[in-house]
């Protein structure tokens, strides 16, 4: 089975200083993502907002739905005296910096919250095609062998931020206030992107760069990646796979927040619960899943967490059921479970994004699909709200755990097929097989 998620030899060197620098860059996303997607729901919820309207959060989710129409143009167009992506990154990371720090003039009340949406939203425009660059940017240098270790290393970065965030914006929150916070969102996105604006990029590979050449200029040129995308038959064998993943990575972390406020617990201790399981348990899942995913495959270990999902929500059931408030520590020991499996599941699933993507069109074929499964986050965080009033958290906590046995479950039933689709298109469209479309810097 370990054929099956390498391509590459085992003998090849990882590149870890590439990865690492990889890692920041998604670090950099989740600062003000920690933040806008845990506290303004918390704060909100600490004001009263009942559970029922807690879909408008999921609204400026929305452009991230539409990545299918940005990535074609990121794909086609660049200026090459700056790179390929970062003629794309560094407009729209510096645009997204200035709608966070916009949020600093705009104090959270209920008659604020619908122009807080509004600003949201338009800052997911930029982070939307932000995310099309940086992703791109990843399939393209992070060679088949490396993925397992790249999908595990980027989600460990993303904890660390989100611990960094939740912990810092949390202290900020209540001693300085929510102008401070949202400033210090900003900024360190700002200053964890920096040395992506100053690395040189490297160039296209000879293939992707001939048949780009051979692309008509015209709409029909500009959109027949995605035309190419939506004609393939392994496609429609992946929407599945992309939008139940979606569903049950989304279902969990945004919830956790009001979860923890229904509990009795002050914003400065949900940031350091919230913060201190994401880091162990996110850490351990993307470690775990790194290296077994490699030696393993990714079949066996979807097999795994689907045996997983349902067991490892049941300590989170019997917390929301007995309405007990534990103390902190505590508290993160129940969310370690749950947190470790969706963690080992978001690396497997990452994992197979990239091996998914074409070498012809990275940014529009990991775009579109991680567009798909934002469609399923956008779906899971319009639903939490309004399902765990409904169920309440204990009920809530079980659908986590019987999405998650539907996500691996799809995995496990179309891997074997996918697989031969996949290698057999990457060497039609490019003759490279199964490559990243340039060489790793």
Not at 315 to 322: I, K, M, N
């Amino acid at each position: 089975m370990a054929a099956e998620t390498r391509s590459g030899s085992t003998a090849e060197p990882v590149q870890w200083g590439k990865l690492v620098f990889i890692g920041l860059m998604y670090m950099a996303q989740t600062f003000p993502s920690a933040f806008v997607s845990s506290f303004i729901p918390s704060i909100f919820r600490e004001q009263g907002l009942p559970l029922e309207n807690f879909w408008i959060f999921s609204l400026p989710l929305i452009p991230y739905w539409l990545r299918w129409a940005v990535a074609p143009v990121v794909d086609t167009y660049w200026i090459r005296s700056i790179g390929r992506r970062k003629t794309w990154m560094i407009p729209c990371t510096l645009l997204a910096v200035a709608a966070y720090a916009s949020l600093a003039f705009v104090q959270p009340s209920y008659t604020t919250l619908n122009l807080i949406v509004v600003i949201l939203f338009m800052k997911s425009v930029f982070t939307a095609t932000q995310e099309v660059a940086i992703d791109a940017y990843t399939v393209e240098n992070v060679r088949p062998h490396e993925r397992p270790k790249a999908a595990g290393l980027n989600t460990t970065f993303e904890a660390a931020g989100q611990m960094a965030a939740l912990v810092l914006l949390g202290v900020l929150v209540d001693r300085y206030g929510w102008r401070v916070a949202a400033f210090a969102a900003a900024l360190l996105m700002l200053a964890f992107l920096l040395p992506a604006f100053l690395r040189r990029e490297p160039p296209p590979s000879e293939a992707v760069e001939r048949a780009l050449r051979e692309r008509s200029l015209g709409m029909g040129g500009l959109f027949a990646p995605l035309v190419r995308f939506l004609r393939r038959r392994d496609t429609w064998t992946l929407v599945p796979i992309y939008v139940l993943g979606g569903l049950y990575t989304g279902a969990l972390f945004p919830m956790l927040g009001p979860f923890l406020i229904d509990q009795g617990y002050s914003l400065t201790q949900l940031g350091l619960i919230v913060g201190g399981t994401l880091a162990l348990g996110t850490v351990a899942g993307a470690t775990v899943a790194g290296g077994c995913v490699e030696r393993v495959g990714a079949r066996p270990m979807a097999i795994i967490l689907a045996i997983l999902a349902i067991p490892s929500v049941l300590p989170a059931v019997w917390l929301s059921y007995s309405g007990t408030t534990l103390a902190p520590a505590a508290t993160i020991a129940v969310l370690f479970a749950p947190t470790v499996v969706v963690a080992t599941f978001y690396v497997v699933w990452v994992s197979l994004r990239m091996r998914f993507a074409s070498p012809l069109q990275a940014g529009t074929d990991y775009a579109t699909g991680a567009a798909v499964g934002r469609i399923g986050q956008t779906l899971a965080a319009a639903a939490g709200g309004p399902l765990a009033a409904f169920l309440g958290w204990h009920g809530y906590f079980l659908v986590l755990g019987v999405l998650g046995v539907l996500a691996c479950a799809i995995i496990v039933v179309s891997l074997k097929p996918l697989t031969v689709q996949i290698a057999a298109r990457n060497e039609r469209e490019t003759g490279e097989g199964d490559t990243p479309a340039a060489s790793p810097p």
